[in-house]
Every structure is written in structure tokens, then in C-alpha cells.
């Protein structure tokens, strides 16, 4: 047993409604197994564990660490590309870019940069693309294991509407997922998604083989990208003109579930919502790229039948690997249809949140004791500005507030995971 604290200000939420704060907290942990020891007032706890090396923060918020449930690995080298909505930022910027991760070499050098981004920005977890090769995701896990992250990745599967270097078939698709599933899904923090990239790039077979892969292997993810531009979901009626929607597509197909994760769905109906309801979809809300490309503007409030929506980058269609800065925009998009997204809710979301849109809430998202310890301490002084606002906050909610809205890679002093720590901004200067 190796048990180590942190202490300073500290925020987790037990439940959406139920947040935890200690002005004075304490996170005890165990740097053997990787979990929680215990999380609570820090003079209460140092009674229990007198003898515990306790490292301070000051001016600081510890956290658990953030969750990003849709983003693009690969694309780290098409982010801030000018000009285009979807269908030709796809074509111009992102299909030319992913040919290149046929070679493993560029698939590591991108998978240890990215996520050396993420932990630098504070996120310890995400659901994430790779390219069409089988080895992109073999480099993306490879990376992740050694840092011990926990993260959930798949290989594209697509076979049509792309060049034909980025095009698979219905059966190496098949073979490569399946290979994939059975090296890397449950294997230490790792697991898989079944990732048919959307609907415009399978035939009607290859969604065929993605549901019935989803069928075979219990546990594993979906994920894929739904009714985020008109101009896409105009091509999808073309291609499947018997389906009543684009979601129906989806769900034709039995791809539909409690671990499928839908990036975007700026234009849904309520039928389709009723369908997310009803089979437990989950929605991954991507601000900063719904804004970027033009899709439209994602409607968190006031849904027709409750689903439940996730936060996330979708880098690089997004434009920051900052959670806070994607909280920034959604709140902005929030405000634009007249409802408000409080600080609290969106901290909630960064975290426990998302964790449950995962189905990880057993795992991740806050600080009960046997949870794995990932965490984020905000520096609440991270620039000039931040420290001046921040000094005149007279509340949990304005501190919060104003990080969501000043913070990025620069708020974040330290990520730890499985409680040992694995970016620190003060070390990396
Ligand atoms: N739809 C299909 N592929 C993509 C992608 O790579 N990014 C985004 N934002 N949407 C997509
Ligand atoms: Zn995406």
C-alpha cells in the first residue's frame, strides 16, 4: 500500500444534483492500485492518516479528470483547416490527411502528441476515431497502455464515398474490428468502439457486419457521426431512400443501444428523439466543431423525450482539446436559444456526466472511494487575466464560471492518473 493526498479546494459531484465541495478537501489515493482511498474535509481525513505525504495546492480546484466523448486522433494535423462545411472539409482536409496513417510510424507520432494534448488539457478518458488501418489503432492503445489512460478507440469502418486508400471492405472491415476487439477491449484500462464512421460511407453489408459485430461482443461500444449538416443528411435520404430518417438508418441496422454514442445531432426530429429514448442512445454534443463548420446550433434544452448528452471536442472538426473552452462555446450556443447552461451543470458534464453517457460511472467521474483516481487540479491563476477575475469571485459558481469561460491548457497545472502523475505544467517549462 502506497497512500499519497492532495489537498486544496475540491469539487466532485456524487450525482447531477449532488455536488461535493470542500474548500479545504482532501484526496487520498493509492499510487498501487490506482484508486480512491477516501475524499472528504482535509482535517477530518488527516486524523485517519496521520502519517500521509501530502502535496498542497494553492489557489487552486481539484477534479476528477475530464472525459471527451467524441474526437478524431488522427486528426491533430487537420484542425483549423479554412473554408469548408462538412462533405468538402471531409474530402479537401481530413480523407487526405487519414491516408497517411497506412504507415504505423506517423500513427504513433500523432497518437503520443494527442495524447499528450489531452492530459496536458486535463482529460483523462475519451472516445475516440481512429483511421480506417487496423494499425492506428493498434498505435493509439499502444500509446495508452503505457501511460495507463483509460480510453475507449476503433478502427473506422468504410467502404464507400472516400478514396479508395481509405476504403476497407465488408470483410477485412469485419476481421480487422474483430481482431481489434479481442487484443485490446477489456485488455487493462483499453476498450473498443465499433466504428462505422457514418452512414454515407458503409453499404447497406458493412452496416450489416457492424450490427452484427455489435451483436457478438457484448460491452463493446458504437460509436459514429449522425445529422450534423444538412447537406449530409440530404445525402443519406438519397442513399436510403426506405428509411424514414437518418437515424432510422442506424437503427435498421440494430445499431442502436446503451453504449452507442451519436456525435452531433444538430438535426433531429421527435420521433427520432423518442427512438434515442427509447433504445438509450446516447448524444455527444460537439460545440466548438458544430460552430466551426457551420453545422447548426445543437439544441440542449427542451428535447422532446429525455436522451441523455454528452460533451465533447470532435477535434479536429472541433477547434480546442479544452473541455473548458468546448464548455465556453456551449455555453454561448446555449445562450443564442435563449437557455442557460449553469457552471455547475456544465462541470457536472466534464465529468460524472459523461462518465455515465459511457456507461464508466462505476469507474471514473468522481472521487467515491474504490473509483479509479484520475484527476485534474486546476490552476484557477493560470493566466494574468484568470487571477484577476478569479480574485473577485465570491462564489463556488462564479469560480467556476469564469474558468469555463477564461481557462484552457493554461488552467490546468497538473492530470494524474491511476494516482500517479503524468503532466504538470510547472515541470514541463
Ligand atoms: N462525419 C463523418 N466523418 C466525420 C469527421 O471526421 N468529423 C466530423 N465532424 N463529422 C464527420
Ligand atoms: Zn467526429
Not at 494499425?135 to 493509439?140: H, K, L, M, P, Q
Not at 479536429?316 to 479544452?322: A, I
Request: glycine share 6%; proline share 3%.
Amino acid at each position: 500500500m502506497k497512500y499519497q493526498a492532495v489537498r486544496g479546494r475540491l469539487l466532485h459531484f456524487i450525482a447531477q444534483d449532488k455536488p461535493e465541495y470542500f474548500n479545504d478537501g482532501l484526496l487520498v489515493t493509492d499510487a498501487d492500485s490506482g484508486t480512491v482511498v477516501a475524499c472528504g474535509e482535509a482535517a477530518a481525513l488527516l486524523d485517519q492518516y496521520p502519517d500521509i505525504s501530502v502535496t498542497q495546492y494553492d489557489n487552486a480546484l481539484i477534479m476528477p479528470g475530464l472525459i471527451d466523448t467524441h474526437i478524431h486522433y488522427p486528426q491533430v494535423d487537420v484542425i483549423a483547416s479554412y473554408g469548408e462545411q462538412l462533405l468538402d472539409w471531409l474530402n479537401n482536409y481530413t480523407f487526405p490527411t487519414e491516408v497517411n496513417f497506412a504507415d504505423p510510424a506517423v500513427a504513433t507520432d500523432a497518437a503520443e502528441f494527442f495524447l499528450n494534448e489531452l492530459l496536458k488539457n486535463g482529460t483523462t478518458t475519451a472516445l475516440v476515431f481512429g483511421t480506417v488501418h487496423k494499425g492506428s489503432v493498434d498505435a493509439f492503445f499502444n500509446v495508452s497502455e503505457k501511460l495507463n489512460t483509460r480510453m475507449i478507440c476503433g478502427k473506422v469502418m468504410m467502404n464507400r464515398h472516400a478514396p479508395q486508400a481509405l476504403c476497407d471492405s465488408v470483410e477485412s472491415s469485419v476481421a480487422d474490428t474483430q481482431e481489434l476487439i479481442d487484443r485490446w477491449h477489456g485488455n487493462g484500462r483499453q476498450l473498443y468502439a465499433i466504428t462505422p464512421r457514418f452512414a454515407i460511407t458503409s453499404t447497406e453489408e458493412q452496416l450489416v457486419a457492424a450490427g452484427q459485430l455489435l451483436a457478438d461482443n457484448p460491452g463493446v461500444y458504437m460509436q459514429t457521426h449522425l445529422a450534423e449538416n444538412l447537406d449530409e443528411i440530404a445525402f443519406v435520404r438519397e442513399l436510403f431512400p426506405q428509411r424514414k430518417s437518418y437515424l432510422d438508418v442506424y437503427d435498421h441496422y440494430g445499431l442502436l443501444g446503451e453504449r452507442s454514442v451519436f456525435a452531433h445531432c444538430v438535426h433531429l426530429d421527435d420521433e427520432d428523439y423518442q427512438r434515442m429514448n427509447e433504445t438509450g442512445s446516447k448524444i455527444s454534443f460537439c460545440p466548438t466543431s458544430n460552430l466551426f463548420l457551420g453545422s447548426g446550433l445543437f439544441k440542449l434544452d427542451n428535447q422532446p423525450y429525455p436522451v441523455e448528452v454528452s460533451v465533447a471536442t470532435d477535434v479536429g472538426g472541433g477547434t480546442s482539446f479544452s473541455m473548458l473552452q468546448t464548455m465556453n462555446e456551449a455555453y454561448k450556443i446555449c445562450q443564442l436559444q435563449g437557455s442557460k447552461l449553469s457552471p455547475l451543470r456544465a462541470f457536472y458534464m466534464m465529468t460524472l456526466g459523461n462518465a455515465k453517457a459511457l456507461s464508466l460511472d462505476d469507474k471514473i467521474g468522481n472521487f467515491e472511494a474504490g473509483k479509479e483516481a484520475d484527476f485534474v487540479v486546476f490552476d484557477l491563476a493560470g493566466t494574468d487575466l484568470m487571477a484577476r477575475r478569479q480574485s473577485i469571485c465570491k462564489s463556488l459558481d462564479e469560480t467556476l464560471f469564469s474558468l469555463m469561460i477564461l481557462g484552457d491548457d493554461r488552467a490546468v497545472a497538473e492530470t494524474w492518473v491511476a494516482a500517479n502523475k503524468v503532466w504538470s505544467k510547472e515541470e514541463s517549462h
